[in-house]
């Protein structure tokens, strides 16, 4: 029998740092801007220097297309060239966002013109692209999380179109304009690849529920695939997905992805009596890939405060036995690796990345917290274990 290749990772590290770059309107109309905003801008160079000792080189960046795009079809990529020259001078490969929850001051996703106008920002992001970095691996995220912007503009009016119960023509307006984004990425540079991020959670019944109930939680779990199946044309064809636009596909996946339909109620990750309804994240990744056969990585992930380190040692142990079953997980992203404020009380710092914010200091001035540190160091410790005896059958895309 033939051994099958396994699939090769176009990531420079499985490890990655991720920069929260939203730059969308917020719960009160106001643009918030989090590359100033957390000092990542004037701090690039710091941070990537930061890096090194966790041998993270591939980092989740966002152009900001409100930034980008004051005045319809005239692109300014200025700060992004400033980042692309920080990339090349510390040797990081950086994987775009092309619109991470922010849109121009003019566009929704229910506006007739938004598809058009976000497939005319990936060929002039290609093309600026290509100018700077003509022979470079390029990596790119078209739209970040639609199921969670969808939801949260479409149904909760936590921004954009600010509208409740339209979660669904939010979601279909966005991913009309990620289907049409993707083909001119395409065109425009067939060697592109594409790494899809969208939430990975549990939804459950309640304890002793209906059967009315199940299918109820039952449906709501579905829904997390709505927006990959209609990027790959399994729900709604006529909006142009197809198999081929499947490239890597990336899970975020928080300690509050689990929960009971229809309620606030959290599914704690860490009980001293667990819930018998919790699943462990790798049945969870395990699912997932079963349904795409695709490549996939964790693309986000992170815990505020005090349970940093312990999130990071669980994350590690069911990553590690991911890569022992042999599945094509290629990467990690610890999202924010620097601390981030809260989208609507920007007074109020979450405490989830690497590093942490000190206020009284200009950049804000990064402090590592050093129990995440060694946490970190430990987890890739645990994974690199796992990595090497992967059985090569099952990375097969």
């Not at 100033?36 to 980092?59: A, C, K, M, S």
């Not at 199940?214 to 997390?224: F, I, M």
Request: hydrophobic share 35%.
């Amino acid at each position: 029998m033939k051994v099958p290749t396994p699939v090769a990772s176009p990531f420079r590290s499985f490890w990655w740092g991720g920069y929260e770059c939203t730059d969308q309107l917020n719960a009160f109309g106001y643009r918030v801007d989090f590359l100033p905003l957390t000092g990542h801008l004037q701090l690039i160079d710091e941070d990537y220097t930061d890096l090194g000792p966790f041998n993270v080189r591939t980092v989740r960046e966002g152009i900001r297309w409100a930034q980008i795009e004051k005045t319809p079809y005239q692109y300014d990529f200025s700060t992004v060239k400033v980042m692309l020259e920080a990339g090349q001078r510390h040797g990081i490969q950086q994987v775009w966002d092309l619109c991470h929850f922010g849109y121009p001051d003019d566009l929704t996703p229910l506006h007739p013109l938004f598809a058009r106008r976000f497939a005319a920002l990936c060929r002039a992001f290609v093309d600026f692209y290509r100018s700077q970095r003509p022979d470079d691996v390029l990596i790119v995220t078209p739209i970040n999380e639609v199921s969670f912007i969808s939801w949260l503009g479409g149904d909760a009016r936590g921004t954009t179109p600010y509208c409740h119960n339209q979660g669904w023509d939010v979601k279909y307006g966005l991913m009309r304009a990620y289907i049409e984004g993707a083909h001119a990425l395409r065109e425009a540079d067939p060697s592109i690849r594409m790494l899809s991020t969208e939430p990975l959670v549990h939804i459950v019944p309640p304890l002793h529920a209906t059967p009315r109930e199940r299918r109820w939680a039952r449906e709501a779990h579905d829904n997390q695939f709505q927006a990959t199946d209609m990027l790959a044309g399994r729900k709604c064809p006529e909006l142009g997905g197809r198999e081929d636009l499947l490239d890597i596909v990336g899970f975020n996946y928080y300690y509050d992805n689990q929960w009971q339909n229809g309620t606030p109620n959290k599914l704690g990750w860490n009980d001293d009596v667990p819930d018998p309804r919790w699943v462990p994240l790798r049945n969870l990744l395990r699912s997932a890939h079963k349904r795409y056969r695709r490549p996939f990585a964790l693309t986000e992930t992170s815990h505020p405060g005090v349970d940093r380190p312990q999130w990071l040692r669980m994350i590690a142990e069911e990553c590690g036995a991911v890569l022992r079953e042999g599945l094509p997980l290629q990467g990690i992203c610890l999202y924010p690796i620097i601390d981030r404020p809260n989208w609507d009380h920007l007074d109020q710092w979450h405490q989830s990345g690497l590093w942490d914010a000190d206020l009284s200091q200009p950049g804000p001035a990064r402090v590592l917290h050093q129990p995440s540190a060694d946490a970190l160091l430990a987890a890739q410790a645990t994974v690199a274990e796992a990595a090497p005896v992967r059985r090569p059958r099952a990375l097969l895309v």
